[in-house]
């Protein structure tokens, strides 16, 4: 899916934002143009890669479908769990019950500024 500069560049810019207010370091940005790659991409795998390296702290996406279709979504979403990383998301999913984290009180492997990444997949999805 091809997506405009100025789109992708407003989208990079606001996750940035989310950053910078958290008092995270945007590290990195992965991004899958084909949709229909499935949850092992090239790009996912890096993500997965730079996951495993010392003061990253977590994944940031805009929305849970910037991580693919839900199926796709739902299974990186555990695997970068897996990865002892948490998964942020700038805009959480509407319910109508009060969601409840199940990994408890978030906890950072260092004092200071943090390091997350962003992972895209088939191009973002903002609306």
Same mark, same amino acid.
Do not use: N
């Given at each position: 899916?091809?997506?405009?500069?100025?789109?992708?560049?407003?989208?990079?810019?606001?996750?940035?934002?989310?950053?910078?207010?958290?008092?995270?370091?945007?590290? $990195?940005?992965? /991004?899958?143009?084909?949709?229909?790659?499935?949850?092992?991409? !090239? =790009?996912?795998?890096? +993500? %997965?890669? *730079?996951?495993?390296?010392?003061?990253?702290?977590?994944?940031?996406?805009?929305?849970?479908?910037?991580? $693919?279709?839900? /199926?796709?979504?739902?299974?990186?979403?555990?695997?970068?769990? !897996? =990865?002892?990383?948490? +998964? %942020?998301? *700038?805009?959480?999913?509407?319910?109508?019950?009060?969601?409840?984290?199940?990994?408890?009180?978030?906890?950072?492997?260092?004092?200071?500024?943090?390091?997350?990444?962003?992972?895209?997949?088939?191009?973002?999805?903002?609306?």
């Amino acid at each position: 899916m091809r997506v405009p500069r100025a789109r992708q560049d407003a989208l990079v810019g606001s996750m940035a934002e989310y950053c910078r207010s958290h008092e995270l370091q945007l590290s $990195g940005v992965f /991004t899958d143009r084909d949709a229909a790659v499935g949850a092992a991409s !090239a =790009a996912f795998t890096g +993500l %997965l890669d *730079v996951l495993a390296l010392p003061d990253v702290y977590g994944v940031i996406a805009p929305t849970m479908s910037h991580l $693919g279709p839900k /199926t796709i979504a739902g299974e990186r979403g555990r695997r970068i769990e !897996a =990865a002892g990383s948490r +998964l %942020l998301l *700038v805009r959480k999913l509407r319910t109508t019950h009060h969601a409840v984290s199940r990994s408890g009180p978030v906890r950072r492997r260092h004092p200071g500024t943090t390091r997350v990444l962003d992972a895209e997949s088939s191009g973002p999805r903002w609306p």
